[in-house]
């Protein structure tokens, strides 16, 4: 019995060994064909052996604007790209002996270290063995960035990066690689290249380098930000003598040598480099983006992928360059007085001084804390290293560009939450070819981009949808509305209010009601047109986020982006129709030939009816006139031009905007915090008149200064139909009368049910009386109009 069972243990043992066996030739032949795959290109084309011959005689691509104005370039080498003859021979030997310190004796794929981290990472789970990864497939991965590929990604581009490392190790020397590593790779603080490193960091070109300054650097590469010797002095330190022990390591250095420095800090003499001062830096991060996604559907000649850097392309695009400086200049100019009302108008309660719960969500949520946290550090350790103070640069106002302050990294946080954002857009209504881009107020501090990426509440900049919706429908633009308040009980009692009483005892016209930008009369004028109709029409115009089926989407609490905004509001100016709204003309190749066009698109849809769209302008262009919310373009900036267009502030005044309308160009202006909890306290300063507006009216100063601009600047409006002009004529205000003001008891907000699953197009009973009482020969008049 027992011999019995001995067998069947060695029969079961044998086969399980034979199906681990055949476990693991299934598993090498399934890595094996992934790898071949790869190899193949079916996960994305590799580099071949001529894409990469010629990287180092790579060409920029050069972007021009509309008039072939040079805006930018995309190069894979910095502009103060070095050789191998200026790299110090300290900098060269930190860099293998703390990267790859086989480098010299493998040929792109470093299999001991490869080994070492499978077994130290991937089976016993320490992270601290590193990436495995030689320079050349470091080089690789700087060379032509990882894309998505879902679950199997880093697999993919691991895979990817050895045998491109491979391939470069073939063609090019140990010396050209290095080179071209150095010359590639990020150093911290948005530092491209070991040139513009030491320039910034050190205030010497890299030939001039000492030993602690190249292992700093050095030093950083492992990770940008917690080894920045300006943010984290301590850190970077410790990391640098790091780099100079693994010199003694590999006999690079002497023991006696890294003992006399290690003690000894780096000093460093951080300067500026310029490398943001370019023109339209937001456009041309939209015009990398989108130029490198409609690269991908094209290839050259011989099958290979562009390569958006190294192949010398021209891409077109649609911006204005002479537009787009003056635009930057006035957002320049207004923005300094604006930061300083806002600051003074908190005063000492300001949020980013005096609230203990706004500053430490600062800290917490803030990138640096939770990288700490990660680490393993407790509160207190990471509030002490976060208030350690050093010089960094420093962008406000009041010095119109970077300066050196000495600061700790909450002193940061607290600045640059208090400090306002802004946007401009402006685009051509005919053809939504965008002239000017501006996605913020500094692209080195502020990378996030407000045209497309932000969508905030865009306040009365959505009441002229409602006003044509209300046309549409047949609402007469001489009825006059009454303005009183008016409690809707089913929108849990929700009052939309005007900020003041004026006008609870007026009916208003349209043309009043819109110049006004009065609340209450926008509210009645959606719920006469009906929420459906209001939200088609602004669908149709070309708004595609999520409109909110409430009353209160007339007061703008839908979220929009700057663009989408500026697209629908072509409908005031486009004939009634929408428009897209696109950057990129064409791209050719080095040769000439082209590459892309972009296709002329149909005529969209008309979203409104002539009729509609003439009063719209009129009414428009009166809120630019005197009595307007818009009227400052005339007093204060004297510009005499035709120009339309409509003010917006959201609640709390969390969000200035204007849309400025002229018959060739469509803008859109926004300034707001970008911290939610930051407002203006007053109106006066936080209202969009007088935060979002001066961009507007600052920049056409500017256009009707330059000659060049004259097709825009003195262009007008078409002349009204008499019909128009006749609907048009009547008065704004009427006062409400004795019969009108019974219907209001004790001067309180009458109550309403606005419904919701079925907003009716018609007047309520109450507001049908009213109309009554406002005259009998008003209604005659309404008879014998012709149905618009």
């Not at 350790?381 to 208030?387: A, R």
């Not at 939504?432 to 407000?450: L, S």
């Not at 005007?498 to 009065?518: F, H, V």
Request: overall charge negative; glycine content about 6%; proline content about 3%.
């Amino acid at each position: 019995m027992a011999k019995k069972k001995e067998v069947e243990g060695r029969t079961w043992g044998k086969k399980l060994i034979r199906f681990g066996v055949k476990l693991m030739v299934v598993g090498v032949s399934i890595f094996a064909l992934f790898i071949t795959s790869i190899y193949l290109g079916m996960w994305g084309a590799l580099p071949n052996q001529k894409t990469l011959e010629n990287i180092s005689n790579s060409q920029s691509t050069i972007v021009y604007d509309k008039h072939e104005q040079i805006i930018g370039k995309f190069y894979l080498f910095d502009r103060t790209s070095i050789s191998f003859d200026d790299l110090p021979e300290h900098l060269v030997q930190g860099l293998v002996a703390t990267e790859d310190a086989r480098f010299y004796s493998h040929s792109g794929i470093d299999y001991l270290s490869m080994g070492r981290v499978l077994v130290k990472t991937l089976i016993l789970g320490d992270r601290s063995s590193g990436g495995g990864s030689t320079i050349s497939q470091q080089l690789a991965k700087n060379l032509f960035p990882r894309e998505k590929n879902g679950k199997l990604g880093l697999a993919i581009a691991k895979i990817k990066e050895a045998i491109t490392a491979q391939r470069l190790e073939k063609i090019y020397s140990k010396e050209d690689i290095i080179t071209l590593y150095l010359n590639t790779v990020s150093f911290p603080d948005n530092a491209y290249g070991i040139e513009s490193a030491a320039r910034k960091f050190y205030n010497k070109p890299v030939s001039a380098l000492d030993l602690g300054e190249s292992a700093s650097l050095i030093g950083s590469l492992k990770a940008t930000n917690t080894y920045n010797p300006r943010i984290h002095p301590e850190k970077s330190q410790s990391r640098r003598n790091v780099v100079l022990y693994q010199m003694v390591k590999y006999d690079y250095l002497t023991k006696e040598r890294y003992d006399e420095i290690k003690e000894t800090p780096t000093a460093l003499q951080y300067t500026k480099v310029r490398t943001a001062d370019a023109t339209a830096p937001y456009f041309l991060e939209q015009v990398r983006l989108k130029a490198k996604k409609l690269l991908s559907k094209h290839v050259k000649g011989d099958e290979s992928q562009y390569n958006l850097y190294t192949d010398g392309l021209r891409i077109y695009t649609t911006l204005d360059l002479g537009m787009q400086r003056k635009a930057e200049e006035a957002l320049r100019e207004h923005m300094p007085t604006l930061q300083r009302s806002f600051e003074n108008n908190w005063g000492e309660m300001a949020p980013w001084k005096s609230d203990r719960n706004f500053i430490n969500n600062l800290i917490i949520q803030s990138p640096v804390y939770k990288h700490l946290k990660v680490a393993g550090y407790t509160h207190q350790e990471i509030l002490d290293s976060m208030s350690v103070k050093s010089d960094m640069p420093w962008f406000d106002w009041d010095h119109d560009e970077e300066a050196l302050m000495n600061a700790s990294t909450i002193d940061s946080l607290k600045h640059y939450a208090k400090l306002l954002n802004a946007g401009f857009l402006a685009l051509e209504p005919t053809t939504g070819a965008i002239q000017v881009w501006i996605g913020g107020v500094n692209h080195n501090y502020y990378k996030y981009d407000h045209v497309n990426q932000s969508k905030r509440q865009v306040g009365s900049t959505f009441k002229p949808f409602v006003y044509a919706a209300a046309l549409e429908s047949g609402v007469d633009p001489c009825d006059h509305i009454s303005g009183k308040t008016i409690t809707y009980t089913n929108f849990e009692n929700w009052t939309p209010s005007n900020g003041t009483d004026e006008y609870d005892d007026k009916y208003l016209s349209m043309q009043a009601a819109l110049t006004r930008s009065i609340n209450t009369v926008a509210v009645k004028m959606m719920e006469k047109a009906g929420v459906d109709r209001v939200m088609d029409l602004a669908k149709d115009a070309g708004i595609h986020s999520h409109l909110p089926r409430v009353p209160s989407l007339a007061l703008g609490t839908a979220e929009l982006s700057m663009t989408e905004l500026a697209e629908a509001y072509c409908v005031f100016v486009n004939q009634g129709r929408g428009q897209e709204a696109y950057m990129i003309a064409s791209i050719v190749d080095a040769d000439g030939e082209d590459i892309y066009t972009r296709e002329k698109p149909r005529p969209k849809e008309q979203v409104i009816s002539e009729y509609t769209y003439q009063i719209m302008q009129e009414l428009l262009q009166a809120v630019t006139e005197a009595g307007g919310t818009g009227s400052r373009l005339r007093w204060k900036y004297k510009l005499d031009n035709d120009i339309a267009g409509k003010t917006g502030t959201t609640q709390s005044n969390r969000d200035g905007w204007f849309v400025g309308l002229t018959p060739n160009l469509v803008t859109v202006s926004w300034v707001g915090a970008d911290n939610p909890g930051l407002y203006f306290k007053d109106t006066r300063y936080g209202q969009g008149a007088n935060s979002a507006l001066p961009i507007f009216g600052l920049f056409y100063q500017k256009l009707n200064a330059d000659q060049d601009y004259r097709s825009i600047t003195q262009a007008q409006f078409a002349t009204p139909d008499q019909e128009v002009m006749e609907d048009l004529d009547c008065v704004g205000v009427e006062e409400e009368n004795f019969f009108q003001g019974l219907f209001t008891k004790d001067g309180k907000p009458k109550e309403k049910s606005y419904d919701q699953e079925e907003p009716s197009d018609d007047y309520d009973q109450e507001e049908s009386k009213e109309e009554e009482d406002k005259g009998v020969f008003k209604k005659l008049k309404k008879l014998f109009k012709r149905n618009k």
